[in-house]
């Protein structure tokens, strides 16, 4: 059975003729239903339960966005934000729990949105931490002008809480940031990410960024740049501009031209990836738990993920997959940590 669901799956976004052997068009607002859909489509009454192949599973907790960034075609596609009944997110995660998962990342489209009556975020997130058998709790990215204090302060005290926070910058210009329509100003920014640091030892910090938006002269872009340069990121999702018809953004004008934008990208990789080396060169003789992904039982290799989102390679006999491994850490080879039991 083959289904096709999510942002493609809505009605004028994909032609009727790319549907040949689809046996299913799920729109955005009932992809939620997909495990309630199998069911039914297999003769079956109960809710089907998500199956992950990773040892971190997903639970999504909300869908759609209402914050309309000049660039982004997601509330069109998506629609108001929704977010899952608590209730039914608990019974999720301790169904995962119980399935063996030691991680659960907590997604959607515009997390920090998350509510569920008088029920925040924060509110889920505390009764997730509570739960028997959890072990981490990661968050998948949050947006300023949402829950961004408390989630820090939450992160702070948590047991649980992944020490990775993935923060959506965008743009180190305020000119800039304005007219991508975004909620806050640089100063802003740098504020939170600052506090974040200092109330969360060892913390990863992730970011967005657009280059060559229009109207993004030298002047922004380097402010970008030493905006990157100020603060201790770990990871860069570096992205260059591109026209998205429905938006505000795909009518502006003051255009990059293409050349510059692939210069700037390429720029903002390559500090990306400096800042990483950095950041993962602290690591080097920690000894850190590490959640085992995959193993290779001839070089006695495992692979998996550090709390702070690296990736490390184990050497050691005996490893399991979906088991947290106390690993020292004895170097960095620009692409894993490297360490043994």
């Avoid at 872009?221 to 938006?247: E, K, M, W, Y």
Wanted: a neutral charge; one cysteine or more.
């Amino acid at each position: 059975m083959v289904i096709l669901a999510g942002c493609v799956a809505t009605p004028g976004i994909v032609p009727a003729t790319a549907l040949h052997g689809i046996d299913h068009v799920v729109p955005q607002p009932d992809k939620f239903r997909i495990p309630e859909l199998l069911g039914m489509a297999s003769g079956q009454t109960d809710r089907a339960a998500p199956v992950f192949f990773t040892t971190r599973a997903l639970l999504p907790v909300q869908d759609g966005c209402a914050f309309r960034c000049a660039y982004c075609i997601v509330p069109t596609t998506r629609g108001a934000p929704r977010s899952r009944p608590m209730p039914q997110l608990l019974a999720e995660a301790r169904h995962l729990v119980h399935q063996g998962f030691k991680e659960i990342v907590i997604t959607g489209t515009n997390v920090g949105t998350y509510r569920d009556e008088h029920h925040t975020l924060i509110d889920l997130l505390m009764v997730l931490d509570d739960l028997p058998g959890i072990e981490r709790i990661r968050i998948s990215s949050i947006e300023l002008s949402t829950v961004e204090k408390p989630l820090i302060e939450w992160m702070s005290r948590s047991d649980h809480a992944c020490r990775y926070i993935h923060l959506p910058l965008q743009s180190g210009d305020n000119r800039m940031l304005a007219r991508m329509r975004r909620r806050y100003t640089v100063e802003q920014y740098r504020a939170i990410a600052e506090t974040a640091l200092s109330a969360i030892p060892g913390l990863g910090l992730g970011t967005d960024l657009i280059t060559g938006f229009p109207g993004e002269d030298e002047v922004a872009f380097q402010a970008t740049c030493g905006l990157i340069d100020a603060l201790p990121f770990s990871n860069l999702h570096v992205f260059p501009f591109s026209q998205r018809p429905g938006t505000v953004a795909g009518d502006l004008d003051n255009r990059v031209p293409q050349a510059t934008i692939r210069d700037r990208t390429r720029h903002l990789i390559e500090c990306g990836q400096t800042k990483r080396n950095t950041f993962a060169h602290q690591h080097v003789g920690q000894c850190l738990p590490v959640l085992i992904e995959s193993v290779d039982t001839v070089p006695d290799t495992s692979e998996g993920w550090t709390d702070t989102y690296l990736p490390v390679k184990v050497h050691g006999k005996g490893l399991s997959r979906n088991q947290i491994v106390k690993t020292c850490i004895d170097q960095w080879d620009g692409n894993h940590l490297l360490g043994h039991p």
